[in-house]
C-alpha cells in the first residue's frame, strides 16, 4: 500500500483536470465540451477519493456521491438546454452561440 | 513493484491517455467512447484506493447512466465531426493549450513541493472501512442527511427542468 | 372718530372686494361706480371727522396710534399692523380720500361703456386702500405694504388696456417698466429699513424716531439710512435717475395719471422723506445730494416738456418737473412747504389731468396737441378749468401754486444758495412757458382736426369734478398763507405741520434771519417771470406759430435731444437692460448653465458611459472566451499562492 | 418632551403606507373610484395632521409626538419618530399638498392612473416620514425611499426627455446622499468611541457631533451639507432641478418644489447645524455667498427662459437661495424667514406650477411665445396667475414678502455673516423676481392674441378653482397674519440657533435673542 505516493494520484487527477481544461477550451462541439467538463469532475472526484482513502475518512467519499449527483442533474439540464438551443439555431456549435453578448 | 502499482500504472495510463484520446478526436462518438474508457479506469483506480462503493456508482451512474445520456443526445443531434480542433486559426486555442499546461505544471508543482505524502500516514484497515457502502451509507444517513435530501430534491429539480427545457412547445 | 380711522383704510378695500368678485356680474355701470366712489367718498368724511376732531385736541393730543393686530414678530422683532394718525398723516389722508373721491366720480363718466368698468373701479379702489396704508401705516413695515401695493395697482392701472399699443410697445410693457423701476427702489427702501432696524431696534415710527432725536449724529449711519431710504423715494416719487417709468405710465386711462401719476402715489416718495425728517436732518451730506437732485430733475424734466406733443406727456414732465420741486423743498429742511406743495400739486395737477381727460375723451382718444385748437368754444368748463390750473402752476399770484412754490423757492433762497434759487425760477419760467404753450395751442388758434370728431363739453359726472378741484386750486394756497402776508398768525399750514417737523427743524436749525423785504422781492422776481412766460408762449403760439418751428430748425440739435427725453431710455436699455438679458442667456443660461456646470455633470455620466463601453468590449458572448479569462485568472491566482508558498 | 409613546405621527405614516397598498387591491379599470380613493387617503392624513397641529404646543422647544421602537438592536438602531416647530409646518405643507396634487392630476393623468396614485401616496409616506425621523438611520430610509417614487413618476409620467430627467435627478441626489450615508455611519462609530454603543439616534447625537475633532468634522459637515444643497438646490448643483422640474408632471412638478426642496434645507436645519455648529458657523459666509449666488443667478437665468415651466423651476432656485441665506444667517429673524419661506415657496411655486400645468392640459404647449393676450379670453387663469406671481415675487401683505422680509431683516444683522453685503446682494433678487415674473406675466396673458387656437381656450373649470383657492387662502393667511405660523416654530427655531451659537467650540458671540 505503501508504495504508491499520494503524489501520483493528485498529479493523475491534475493531469485529467488540464486536459478537461483544454478540451473546454479548444472543442466546439457543445455536447464534448460538456463531456470534458464531466471529465474535470471525474479528476475532482479521484483527488477526492485519494484523500478520503488515505485519512481513512468517509467523507471524502460522501463528497464524491454528491458530486455525481449533481454532475448527473447537471448534464440532464445541460443536455436539455442544448436540444433547445439546437432547436432554435440548428447548431451546437458553441462559435455561434454568443446570445450572452451584452 | 507491487501488483497493485502495476494496477496503478495500467489504469492511470490509460485514463491520461484515454482523457487525451478524448479531447483531440474529431468526430464526438468517438470522444463519447473514449470518455467512457476513462471512465472505467478511474473505476478501477477507485477500487485499488478501496472505495469499492464509489467505483460501483462510478461505472453504473457514469459509465452506464450519463454516458448513455450523451451518446443518446449525439445521435439525436446527429452531430457532425469537428475539423481543424488544433489547427493554428484560433490562437486562442494556442493560448488555451499553453494556459491548461501552465496550470496543470503550477498544480503538479505544488502537488510536489508540498509534498503532503509525508504528512499522511496511511492506516489500510481505516480506508478499507472507509470505502465500505457500510461506513457511507452511515455517513450519508447520519451526518449528511440534509443534504442527501437535497442531493435528492435536487434531482427531482433537473428532471423537471431537463423535461420543461426538452419539450417542443410549452405554455 | 380717530379711533375709527382704520374704515378709512377698509371700506376702499370692501369696495375692491364688492367690485372685484361681483363686479363683472353687476354690469350695472352706476352701482359699481356708485360702490366704487362712496367707499372713498365715506372715507374722506371719516379723515375730515378725524381732521376736526384732532383741531379741536390741544397739540400735544393730536397724536393717535390704532393697533389692529400683531403682523410679524420674530425674534426681536415686533411688527404691529396700526395707523398712525397725526398731522402730517392726516393731510395726506385727506388730499388722497378727497382728490380720490372726485377722480372716482369722474370716471364714472370717463370709464363710461369700457368693457372691464368693474375692473377700473376695483383697482382704484384697491390703490385708495394701498396709498391709505403706505400714509397712515405705524411703522416702516405698513409704510412699504402700501408702498408696494400702490406700485402693484399702478402696474394693473397702467396696463389696464393690456392690449393696446403704447409709443414703441405695448401698455404692458411700461406698466412691467414702472413696477420694474418701482422695485429698484423699493430695494433701496428696504435697505434702509434693515439698516434703521440695526440702528434703532425697531421699525416702529415713533420709536426710530424718538431714538434717533436722542442719538447724536454719528456720521454715516444715518447718511447711509437716509441715502437708501431716498433711492426709495427716486423711484417712487419719479427721481433722476428712476424717473423712466412716469412718462410711459401715461399708457394708463388719464383719471390714474390723476389719481396715482400725479396727485398722491408720485407723492409717496415726499412723504416719506418728510416722515422721516429728522432721520434726513441728522445727514446734511444727503440732503444736499436731496436738494441737488430734486432740483436737477425739476430742471431737465421741464426742459423736456417744452417740446413734447402728447399732452399727456406733458403734464407728466410737468409732473416729474414738480416732484423735483417738492425734493427740492426737503432737501433745504422746508418739510412743510414740501407737503404744502404735494398738497396743492394734488389739486392742480389732477385738473390738470382731468381736464386733459376731457379733452381726449371729446377728441376721441386724440392726443397729439398739433391735431388740436380752438376747443375753447366747444368745451368752455374745461377750458375755464384748464386755465385756472395753468395759471396755478405757473404760479400766477393768489392761486394755490403761487404760495407753495413760492415758499419752496424761498426757503431754497434762504436755506440753500441763490444757485439753487435761481435755478428754480429758470425752472418755474420754463413752467409757466409749456404750460402755456399747452393751453394755446389746445384752446386757441385753428381747429387743426378733423371735423367728423365733433369735440363736444364732457358730461356733468366729469365737470363737476373739474369745477371742485378749480376752487381748491384757487383757494388751497391760503391755508399756508407766508407770514409775509397773515401777519401774526404765521403760517397756518406750517403751523399745523411742525409738532412733525419740530425736531428735525431743531437739528438743521434752519431758522436763519432773511427779512421780509427779500422774500416780497423773490416773490416778484418770479411772478415777473411766470407771467413774461405766459405772454411769450401766448406771442409764439398764438401770434407767430412759425417762431417755434423756425426755433426749432434752428436748434435742431438740441430740439431733437429734448424731444427724445435726452435718450435716457435708450441709454438704459443699452447700458442695463440689455446686457443684463443678453448675458443672462447667452452667458449664465447658455454657458454658465448648460455648458459648464451641466457639462461637467453630464461629462461624469459620459465617463463612466465611455469607460463601460470600453470594458463592454470583453463581453464577446462566447462562453469559451470567458473560460479563457478565467483560467487565465485561476493560472495567476495559482501564481501567487506558489509565491506565498 | 412627552416621553410616553405618542402613535399620532406613526398612524400619519401609516395611513397613506396602508393606503397605497389598499389602492393595489382595486381593479385598475376604475379610475374614479382609484382617483377618489387617493384623494380621500390624502386627505384623512392631512385631517390627522390637522390634529397633531392641534394638540401641538408651541411652547415647547423639545421635540413632541415621540414615538421609539428598537427596530435593529445589533446596531441601535430604532423606529424613532417626533416632530418640532419646524417639522410640524413641513408635514402640514406635505399633506396638505398631497390631497391637493392629486386633485389636480385627475384630468392630466390618464394612463396608469392607479400606479401614479400609488407612487404618489408612497412618496407622501415618504416625504412625512424624512421631515418625522428622529434617528438617522431612519432618516437616511425615508430619504432614499423617497426617490424611488419620484423617479418613477418623473420617468413614467414626465415629458419627452422624461428618463433622462429621471435618472438625471435620481443619480444627482443619490450621489449626495451616499457622502451623508458615509458620515451617518461615521458619527455612529464616533459615538460608540464615548458611548461604547453603535448608535444614529439623533438626541444622542446632538451631544457628540459638536465635539467631533475640527478636522473631521469639516468633512462631515460637508457631505451632509452636499448631501442636502444638491437637494435644496444650491447653486451650482442645481442643474438637475430646470430638467426634473419642465419633464415631471404637473402633480410631480408640485411635490418636487413643494415639498422635496424643502427636504434640503429642512435637513441643513435639522442635521447640519446642530451636529456640526462649529463649520457651519465657519462655512456661513462662503454658503451665504453660493446662496446669493443662486438668488441673482437664478433670477437671472429665469428671466431669459423660453419655457414657462423652466422659468418657474429657475426661479425656485432663487428662492431657494434666500432660505439658505436665512439658515446660514443664524439669527432668529432670519431662520424664522427661512423656515415660513419654506412654506411660501410651496404655495407660490406650487401655485405655479400648477396653473402652468392647467393651461398646459389645454394647449400642450409651455413655450411663452405661443401664448399673449389670454387675459381677455381665460380672466379669471389670468388673476390667478397673477396672484400667485405677486405672491412668488414677495408682495407685502402675500406670504412671499413675509419670508424675504424676515430673512434679509435677520441676515443684515447677523452676527455670523456681520456685514451688509450679503443683504444688500440678496436684495436685489427682490428687483429681478419682480422682472422675470412680470415679464413672463406681459408676454403670456397681456398684448393682442397671438395665435388664433387661443380663442377657443376655455377658463378655470370648477374643480381647477376648487384647488386654487385652498392654496391662495393660505398665501393670504401666511401674508396678513403670519403669527399662527411663526408662533409654531419659534421655540424650536431659537432651540437650533441655541445649539449653534451658544457652543463652546464656536466664537461667535450670541446676539441677544
Same mark, same amino acid.
Given at each position: ?12 487527477s491534475a493531469?485529467?483536470?488540464?486536459v ?8 466546439k ?7 470534458c467538463?464531466e471529465?474535470?469532475?471525474n ?5 477526492? =477519493?485519494?484523500?478520503s ?10 463528497f464524491v456521491f454528491f =458530486? ?9 439540464v ?15 456549435n ?9 | 513493484?507491487?501488483f ?6 495500467f489504469?492511470?495510463?490509460?485514463a491520461?491517455?484515454?482523457a487525451v ?11 463519447a467512447?473514449f470518455?467512457i474508457?476513462n ?12 472505495a469499492q462503493?464509489?467505483?460501483?456508482v462510478?461505472?453504473?451512474?457514469y459509465a ?7 451518446l443518446f443526445v449525439l445521435m439525436?443531434l446527429n452531430a457532425k465531426?469537428e475539423?481543424?480542433?488544433l489547427?493554428?486559426k484560433?490562437?486562442?486555442?494556442i493560448?488555451?493549450v499553453v ?9 503538479a508543482?505544488?502537488?510536489f ?9 496511511p492506516?489500510?484497515?481505516a ?8 461506513q ?11 443534504p ?10 433537473s428532471?423537471?427542468g ?8 410549452f405554455? | ?10 371700506l ?6 364688492i367690485n372685484?368678485i ?6 350695472n355701470e352706476k ?9 372713498v ?6 379723515a ?5 376732531q ?6 400735544d ?6 393697533e389692529?393686530?400683531?403682523w410679524? /414678530?420674530?425674534g426681536?422683532l415686533?411688527?404691529?399692523f396700526a ?12 388730499i ?6 372726485l377722480i ?13 368698468f368693474?375692473?377700473?373701479?376695483a383697482?382704484l ?6 396709498m391709505?396704508n ?9 409704510l412699504?405694504?402700501g408702498?408696494e401695493?400702490?406700485?402693484?395697482c ?21 406698466a412691467?417698466?414702472?413696477?420694474v423701476?418701482?422695485?429698484?427702489g ?8 434693515f439698516?434703521?432696524?440695526l440702528?434703532?431696534d425697531?421699525?416702529?415710527f ?25 433711492i426709495?423715494?427716486t423711484?417712487?416719487s419719479?427721481q433722476i435717475?428712476l ?17 396715482i ?22 445727514a446734511?451730506a444727503?440732503m444736499?445730494v436731496?436738494?441737488i ?7 431737465f ?8 406733443n ?8 410737468s ?7 417738492m ?9 412743510s412747504?414740501?407737503i ?7 389739486f ?9 381727460g ?7 382718444d386724440?392726443?397729439?396737441?398739433q ?5 375753447k368754444?366747444?368745451?368752455p368748463?374745461?377750458y ?5 390750473a ?13 404760495f ?5 423757492l ?12 435761481a ?10 412757458f409749456?404750460?402755456?404753450r399747452?393751453l ?11 371735423h367728423d370728431?365733433?369735440p363736444?363739453?364732457?358730461p ?17 394756497g391760503?391755508i399756508g398763507l407766508?407770514?409775509?402776508?397773515s401777519?401774526?398768525?404765521g403760517?397756518l399750514?406750517?403751523?399745523?405741520l411742525?409738532?412733525?417737523?419740530? /425736531?428735525?427743524e431743531?437739528?438743521l ?8 423785504f427779500e422774500?416780497?422781492?423773490?416773490m416778484?422776481i418770479?411772478?415777473a ?17 412759425e417762431?417755434a418751428?423756425?426755433t426749432?430748425?434752428?436748434? /435742431?440739435k438740441l ?16 447700458t ?8 443672462s ?6 454657458i454658465?448653465?448648460n455648458?459648464?456646470i451641466?457639462g461637467?455633470?453630464?461629462g461624469a ?9 470600453l470594458i463592454?468590449?470583453?463581453q464577446?458572448?462566447?462562453t ?22 | 418632551?412627552?416621553?410616553?409613546? !405618542? ?5 400619519l405614516l ?5 393606503g397605497?397598498l389598499l389602492?393595489l387591491f382595486?381593479?385598475k ?5 382609484i382617483?377618489w380613493?387617493?384623494?380621500g387617503?390624502?386627505?384623512?392624513a ?5 390634529v ?14 415621540? !414615538? ?15 416632530i418640532?416647530?419646524?417639522?410640524i ?9 398631497t390631497?391637493?396634487?392629486?386633485f ?10 392607479k ?8 412618496l407622501e409616506v ?13 432618516f437616511?430610509?425615508f ?5 424611488i ?6 420617468g413614467i409620467? %414626465? ?6 430627467a ?8 443619490m ?10 455611519i461615521?458619527l455612529?462609530?464616533?459615538a ?6 453603535f ?6 447625537l446632538?451631544k457628540?457631533?459638536?465635539g ?6 469639516v ?8 448631501s ?17 422640474h419642465?419633464q415631471?408632471p404637473?402633480? %410631480? ?9 424643502k427636504m %434640503? ?14 463649520s457651519?458657523t ?5 454658503i ?13 437665468v429665469?428671466?431669459?427662459?423660453k419655457?414657462?415651466k423652466?422659468?418657474v423651476?429657475?426661479?425656485s432656485v432663487?428662492h431657494?437661495g434666500?432660505v439658505v ?15 415660513i419661506?419654506m412654506?411660501n415657496?410651496?404655495?407660490s411655486?406650487g401655485?405655479?406650477f400648477l ?6 392640459d389645454?394647449?400642450?404647449?409651455r ?8 387675459a381677455?379670453i381665460?380672466?379669471l ?9 405677486l405672491?412668488?415675487?414677495?408682495l407685502p401683505?402675500?406670504? %412671499?414678502?413675509v419670508?424675504?422680509?424676515l430673512?434679509l431683516?435677520?441676515s443684515?444683522?447677523s452676527?455670523v455673516l !456681520? ?7 440678496a436684495?436685489?433678487?427682490?428687483i429681478?423676481?419682480?422682472v422675470?415674473?412680470l ?6 396673458v ?5 395665435h ?5 381656450l ?6 381647477e378653482?376648487?384647488?386654487?383657492i385652498p392654496?391662495f387662502?393660505?398665501i393670504l ?11 409654531l416654530s419659534?421655540?424650536?427655531?431659537n ?14 458671540k450670541?446676539?441677544?435673542?
Open positions: 500500500m505503501n508504495i504508491i505516493p499520494i503524489e501520483y494520484y493528485l498529479v493523475l493531469f485529467m483536470f488540464a478537461g481544461i483544454t478540451g473546454v477550451l479548444i472543442r462541439n457543445a455536447i464534448v465540451v460538456f463531456m467538463i471529465l474535470m469532475l479528476s475532482a472526484n479521484l483527488a477526492l =477519493v485519494t484523500f482513502s488515505y485519512l481513512g475518512n468517509a467523507a471524502g467519499q460522501v =458530486v455525481m449527483t449533481v454532475a448527473a442533474a447537471e448534464s440532464a445541460g443536455l436539455a438546454i442544448i436540444i433547445a438551443i439546437f432547436r432554435n439555431k440548428l447548431t451546437v458553441i462559435d455561434e452561440i454568443n446570445i450572452f453578448k451584452w | 513493484m507491487s497493485e502499482f502495476i494496477l496503478f500504472i489504469f492511470s495510463l490509460i491520461a491517455v484515454s484520446i478524448m479531447i483531440t478526436r474529431p468526430n464526438p462518438v468517438m470522444s467512447i470518455l474508457i471512465f472505467f479506469s478511474i473505476a478501477g483506480l477507485y477500487l485499488i484506493l478501496h462503493f464509489i467505483s460501483i462510478q461505472i453504473i451512474v452506464g447512466a450519463i454516458m448513455v445520456l450523451f439525436l465531426s475539423k481543424d480542433i489547427s493554428g484560433n490562437k486562442i486555442k493560448f488555451a494556459i491548461a499546461g501552465l496550470v496543470f505544471a503550477q498544480i508543482y505544488l502537488i513541493f508540498s509534498s503532503p505524502g509525508k504528512a499522511l500516514s492506516d489500510v484497515a480506508s478499507i472501512k472507509a470505502g465500505t457502502v457500510e457511507i451509507g452511515k455517513e450519508l444517513y447520519t451526518n449528511y442527511l440534509l442527501f435530501e437535497a442531493a435528492g430534491f435536487l434531482l427531482l429539480a428532471t423537471i431537463a423535461l420543461v427545457l426538452a419539450k417542443k412547445h405554455d | 372718530m380717530i379711533d375709527y380711522i382704520y374704515l378709512t383704510v377698509l376702499p378695500l370692501i369696495g375692491f372686494l372685484g361681483f363686479g363683472h356680474k353687476i354690469k352701482i359699481i361706480g356708485i360702490i366704487g366712489s362712496s367707499t367718498g365715506v372715507s374722506f368724511l371719516v375730515l371727522a378725524s381732521f376736526f384732532m383741531l379741536s385736541l390741544p397739540v393730543q393730536r397724536k393717535h396710534v390704532v389692529l393686530f400683531s410679524l /414678530s420674530a426681536g415686533n411688527i404691529k395707523y398712525l394718525v397725526d398731522q402730517l398723516s392726516i393731510v395726506m389722508a385727506l388722497v380720500t378727497g382728490v380720490g373721491f372716482h366720480v369722474y370716471s364714472i363718466g370717463y370709464m363710461h361703456a369700457d368693457k372691464s368693474w375692473r377700473f373701479f383697482y379702489n384697491l390703490f385708495i386702500f394701498a391709505m403706505l400714509i397712515l401705516g405705524d411703522n416702516f413695515v405698513v412699504f405694504l408702498w401695493g400702490v406700485g402693484l399702478s402696474y394693473l392701472l397702467i396696463g389696464f388696456w393690456y392690449d393696446r399699443k403704447f409709443e414703441k410697445g405695448t401698455t404692458s410693457q411700461a412691467k417698466k414702472a413696477f423701476v418701482n422695485r429698484i423699493d430695494f433701496g427702501f428696504l435697505l434702509g429699513m439698516l434703521i432696524y440702528t434703532f425697531s421699525l416702529n415713533q420709536e426710530v424716531f424718538s431714538k434717533a432725536e436722542l442719538f447724536p449724529i454719528s456720521g454715516t449711519v444715518y447718511g447711509f439710512i437716509a441715502l437708501f431710504l431716498f426709495g423715494a423711484g417712487k419719479a435717475p424717473f423712466v417709468w412716469l412718462p410711459d405710465a401715461m399708457a394708463g386711462p388719464t383719471p390714474v395719471s390723476a389719481l401719476h400725479a396727485a398722491t402715489m408720485v407723492t409717496a416718495g415726499v412723504y416719506m422723506v418728510a416722515r422721516c425728517s429728522i432721520i434726513f436732518a441728522s446734511p444727503i444736499t436731496i436738494a437732485v430734486g432740483l436737477l430733475t425739476a430742471f424734466a421741464a426742459t423736456v416738456g417744452l417740446v413734447q402728447d399732452i399727456k406727456k406733458v403734464l407728466a414732465y409732473t416729474v418737473s414738480q416732484l423735483g420741486y425734493f427740492l423743498a426737503m432737501g433745504v429742511g422746508a418739510f412747504a414740501g404744502f406743495h404735494v398738497m396743492t400739486h394734488a392742480f395737477k389732477a385738473l390738470l389731468f382731468l381736464g386733459a376731457s379733452i381726449i375723451h371729446a377728441m376721441h386724440q392726443q397729439d396737441i391735431h388740436y385748437g380752438g376747443l368754444k366747444y368745451m368748463k374745461t375755464i378749468t384748464f386755465v385756472i395753468a395759471l396755478a402752476i405757473s404760479g400766477f399770484p393768489g392761486l394755490s401754486g403761487f407753495s412754490k413760492d415758499e419752496i424761498w426757503n431754497a433762497y434762504a436755506h440753500g444758495s441763490v444757485l439753487l434759487w435755478v428754480g425760477i429758470l425752472t418755474a419760467l420754463m413752467t409757466a409749456y404750460m402755456f399747452l394755446f395751442l389746445t384752446f386757441f388758434g385753428k381747429e387743426r382736426f378733423s370728431l365733433h363736444h363739453e364732457s356733468a359726472v366729469m365737470t363737476v369734478p373739474l369745477i371742485i378741484l378749480a376752487v381748491l386750486s384757487v383757494v388751497g391760503y407766508p407770514a409775509v402776508f401777519g401774526e398768525n403760517n399750514f406750517e403751523s399745523w411742525s409738532p412733525i417737523f419740530s /425736531s428735525a431743531r437739528r436749525e434752519v431758522y436763519g434771519s432773511h427779512g421780509h422774500e416780497i422781492l423773490l416778484m418770479s411772478v417771470a411766470a407771467l413774461g412766460s405766459i405772454y411769450l408762449a401766448y406771442y409764439i403760439y398764438t401770434k407767430k406759430p417762431i418751428s423756425k426749432s430748425r434752428k436748434f /435742431s430740439y431733437r435731444l429734448l424731444l427724445n427725453k435726452y435718450y435716457v431710455d435708450e441709454v438704459y436699455e443699452a442695463i437692460v440689455q446686457p443684463l438679458q443678453k448675458g442667456e447667452k452667458i449664465l443660461w447658455k454658465a448653465d455648458k459648464i451641466d461637467t455633470v453630464n455620466a459620459s465617463l463612466i458611459d465611455k469607460t463601460a463601453a463592454r468590449r470583453f464577446t458572448g462566447f469559451q472566451f470567458y473560460a479563457f479569462i478565467m483560467m487565465v485568472g485561476i493560472a495567476i491566482a495559482l501564481f501567487w499562492i506558489i509565491l506565498s508558498f | 418632551m412627552y416621553m410616553e409613546n !405618542n402613535f399620532l405621527l406613526t398612524y401609516l395611513i397613506p403606507l396602508l397605497s389602492l382595486i381593479n379599470e376604475k379610475e374614479s373610484l382617483r380613493a387617493g384623494f387617503i390624502a386627505l384623512l392631512f385631517i390627522l395632521s390637522l397633531i397641529y392641534l394638540r401641538f404646543d408651541p411652547g415647547q422647544s423639545g421635540f413632541q409626538f415621540v !414615538n421609539k421602537i428598537t427596530w435593529i438592536s445589533k446596531i441601535n438602531v430604532s423606529y424613532h419618530v417626533g418640532d416647530g419646524i417639522s409646518l413641513l408635514i402640514l405643507l406635505t399633506t396638505f399638498l390631497p391637493i396634487t392629486l389636480s392630476s385627475w384630468k392630466s393623468i390618464k394612463k396608469k392612473v400606479e401614479f396614485t400609488f407612487f404618489m401616496l408612497l415618504g416625504m412625512i416620514g424624512v421631515f418625522v425621523s428622529l434617528d438617522l438611520f431612519l437616511y430610509v430619504w432614499e425611499a423617497m426617490l417614487p419620484m423617479y418613477f413618476i418623473i409620467w %414626465g415629458g419627452e426627455q422624461r428618463i433622462y429621471s435618472v438625471k435627478f435620481f443619480i444627482y441626489t450621489f449626495g446622499s451616499l457622502l451623508m450615508l458615509v458620515s451617518i461615521w455612529g462609530v464616533y460608540a468611541s464615548f458611548t461604547g454603543t448608535t444614529t439616534n439623533l438626541l444622542d446632538y457628540i457631533g459638536p467631533v475633532p475640527h478636522q473631521i468634522q468633512f462631515m459637515f460637508l457631505s451632509f451639507f452636499i442636502f444643497a444638491i437637494k435644496v438646490p444650491l447653486f451650482p448643483f442645481h442643474t438637475w432641478l430646470p430638467d426634473a419642465v415631471a404637473t402633480a %410631480g412638478s408640485v411635490i418636487l418644489a413643494g415639498v422635496l426642496l %434640503g434645507t429642512y435637513g441643513i436645519i435639522r442635521f447640519c447645524l446642530p451636529l456640526f455648529p462649529q457651519a465657519e462655512f456661513a459666509p462662503v451665504s455667498v453660493l446662496a446669493i449666488i443662486g438668488i441673482i443667478y437664478g433670477a437671472l429665469a428671466m431669459v427662459q419655457d414657462m423652466k422659468l423651476a429657475y426661479s432663487s431657494l434666500f441665506l436665512g439658515i446660514f444667517a443664524m439669527t432668529t429673524e432670519a431662520v424664522q424667514g427661512s423656515v419661506q412654506v415657496h410651496g404655495l411655486t401655485a405655479l396653473l402652468v400645468g392647467m393651461i398646459y389645454r394647449t400642450h404647449t413655450e411663452i411665445s405661443n401664448y399673449g393676450g389670454i381677455k381665460i380672466p387663469f389670468s388673476f390667478a396667475l397673477m396672484f400667485a406671481s405672491s412668488s415675487m414677495g401683505g402675500l406670504n %412671499g414678502f419670508g424675504e422680509f430673512i431683516l435677520g443684515f444683522k452676527p !456681520n456685514s451688509w453685503a450679503y443683504t444688500i446682494f436684495a436685489s433678487g427682490v429681478f423676481a419682480a422675470y415674473l415679464w413672463m406675466y406681459q408676454r403670456v397681456f398684448g393682442e392674441v397671438k388664433q387656437n387661443l380663442f377657443s376655455k377658463d378655470l373649470e370648477k374643480r378653482i376648487a384647488i386654487l392654496i387662502i393660505f393667511w401666511i401674508g396678513i397674519y403670519p403669527g399662527t405660523f411663526l408662533k419659534e421655540k424650536s427655531t432651540t437650533v440657533i441655541q445649539q449653534v451659537l451658544v457652543n463652546p467650540n464656536t466664537d461667535v450670541v446676539a441677544k435673542q
